[in-house]
C-alpha cells in the first residue's frame, strides 16, 4: 500500500536552496547594481592615483673558471700548495642576489639618488624598507639575474636598477668573491708585508759598511740558498696554516705536506750549521754581514715568490671576467605598469558582490530568525548582552 507524499515533507535542502534563490530574486538590484556603483567608483579613483613605471635591467655575475695560476699549482711546490689553501669559494648567482640586497648597496643607492627625501623618511631605515618594498631582484635557472625598479619617474627608475650594477661593481672591487680575486688579495696582502721586510733588510745590510768582497770565503750563493731554503719552509708552515681550515690531520694532503716541512727543516738546519761554521771562522763584522745578508736574501726570495703570484692571480682575474656583464641595460619605461585599472575594477566589482551576497543572505536568516519565537527570544537576549556589555 502506497502513501501519497505530503508538500512539507520535501528535503529541508531542497527548500533551502529555494530560499537562497528567492532571496538573490528578491535583492537583485542590490546585487547587480552595488557592485556595479563600487566598480565604476574604482575606476575612477585609479585615474587619480600616480602612475608607476617599472625599469628593468638583466646582467651576467662574474663566472668561476679555472685560472691560469691555479692549472700551474703542481709544478709550483709550496707556494701552489699556498695559492690552493686559498681557493674553493663557490659562486652561486644567490650570493650576488644577496650582495644587491645588502646595507651596503641599499644604503649607497639613498646616498646616491636622496631617497630619504624623496620617500619623505625621517630615517635612514625608513628609506630602506621603502626602496626593499620598490626593489625586486631575482635569479633565473639560465644564470642571468634581473633587476626591477618601480618609481613614479620612468627616468628615475631606469636610473636605480642600472645603479645597483654600478654599486655591485663597486662592491665586488673590495671583496674577494672569485677564486682569482682571493688569490690577488692573499698574495697582495703577502707582497705588501714582504717589501717592507725587505726593505728593512736591505738599511740594514748596508749599515754594516762591509763590501762584498768580504764574502770570498764564503760564497755568496750558499748564503742565497739557505735564505731560499728558508723561504720555502716559511711558505709552507703558512701554507700548513691554511690547509687546518679545510682537511683533517689525518687526511693524506695534510700528511705528505707535514713530510716536506720536515724535509725542509731538516735540509735547512745542515745548511744553517754550514753556514753557522763558516760565518765564526770569519771576524765580527764580516760574520755580522753574512747573517744580515742571508736575511736580505731570504726577504728578497719571498718577495720574487709572492711578486710573481700576485702576478699571475691578476691576470687570472681579468680572465675570469670580475667584471659584471650587462646583457640588457635599463631603459626609462614607455608604458606604465600601475595601477591596472581594469583590474582595480573587476576586483572592487567582485568583492563588492561577494560582500552584498553576504549580506542579505545573513539578513534573511535574521529575519527568519525572529519570526519563531525561540530564536527572537535568543535574539532579544544577545542584543541585551551586547548593550550591557557596551555600557548602554
Known amino acids: 500500500m502506497t502513501t501519497a507524499l505530503d508538500p512539507h515533507d520535501q528535503p529541508d535542502d531542497e527548500i533551502s536552496l529555494l530560499d537562497l534563490l528567492q532571496v538573490i530574486v ?36 662574474p663566472q668561476q673558471q679555472q685560472g691560469m695560476a691555479a692549472s700551474m699549482l703542481a709544478s ?34 639613498i646616498e646616491r639618488f636622496k631617497l630619504t627625501e624623496r620617500y619623505e623618511a625621517k630615517f635612514k631605515s625608513e628609506a630602506r624598507k621603502t626602496l626593499e618594498s620598490k626593489v625586486k631582484i631575482a635569479s633565473g635557472k639560465d644564470g642571468l639575474i634581473t633587476v626591477k625598479v618601480d618609481d613614479t619617474d620612468p627616468q628615475m627608475a631606469a636610473d ?76 709552507q708552515e703558512v701554507k700548513l696554516g691554511a690547509m687546518r681550515g679545510y682537511l683533517a690531520e689525518s687526511a693524506p694532503d695534510f700528511k705528505q705536506a707535514l713530510t716536506e716541512l ?5 735540509q735547512l738546519a745542515k745548511q744553517s750549521q754550514d753556514s753557522s761554521g763558516a760565518s765564526k771562522g770569519q771576524g765580527g763584522a764580516q760574520g755580522d754581514y753574512v747573517t744580515k745578508y742571508r736575511d736580505y736574501k731570504y726577504q728578497e726570495t719571498l718577495f720574487e715568490l709572492f711578486a710573481k703570484q ?13 667584471n659584471i656583464q650587462v646583457l640588457d641595460a635599463a631603459q626609462p619605461p614607455e608604458l606604465k605598469s600601475k595601477p ?7 576586483i572592487a566589482t567582485l568583492a563588492t ?39 548602554r
Open 310 to 322: 700576485f702576478e699571475m692571480a691578476k691576470i687570472d682575474e681579468s680572465r675570469e671576467g670580475a
Open 262 to 266: 720536515a724535509t725542509l727543516r731538516a
Open 160 to 235: 636605480m636598477a642600472n645603479a645597483h650594477v654600478q654599486e655591485l661593481t663597486k662592491l665586488m672591487g673590495r671583496l674577494a668573491v672569485t677564486e682569482a680575486q682571493q688569490r690577488r688579495q692573499f698574495f697582495e696582502k703577502q707582497l705588501q708585508q714582504t717589501k717592507d721586510k725587505l726593505t728593512q733588510a736591505d738599511i740594514a745590510l748596508k749599515e754594516t759598511g762591509i763590501s762584498g768582497d768580504v764574502l770570498k770565503a764564503n760564497p755568496q750563493s750558499a748564503v742565497a740558498a739557505v735564505a731560499a731554503l728558508q723561504a720555502q719552509v716559511t711558505v
Open 76 to 109: 709550483l711546490g709550496a707556494l701552489g700548495g699556498l695559492a690552493g689553501a686559498a681557493t674553493g669559494l663557490k659562486n652561486p648567482a644567490d650570493q650576488y642576489v644577496a650582495f644587491l640586497k645588502s646595507n651596503s648597496i641599499e644604503d649607497a643607492l
Open 26 to 61: 528578491d535583492n537583485l538590484r542590490l546585487l547587480v547594481l552595488g557592485p556595479l556603483s563600487v566598480g565604476i567608483l574604482a575606476l575612477g579613483f585609479s585615474f587619480l592615483v600616480k602612475p608607476t613605471f617599472t625599469a628593468e635591467t638583466s646582467f651576467l655575475p
Open 340 to 346: 591596472q585599472k581594469a583590474l582595480i575594477a573587476i
Open 353 to 391: 558582490g561577494f560582500a552584498l551576497l553576504l549580506f542579505v543572505f545573513i539578513r534573511q536568516a535574521l529575519r527568519n530568525a525572529g519570526q519563531d519565537s525561540e530564536y527572537a527570544q535568543k535574539i532579544q537576549a544577545l542584543q541585551a548582552s551586547w548593550r550591557k556589555a557596551i555600557g
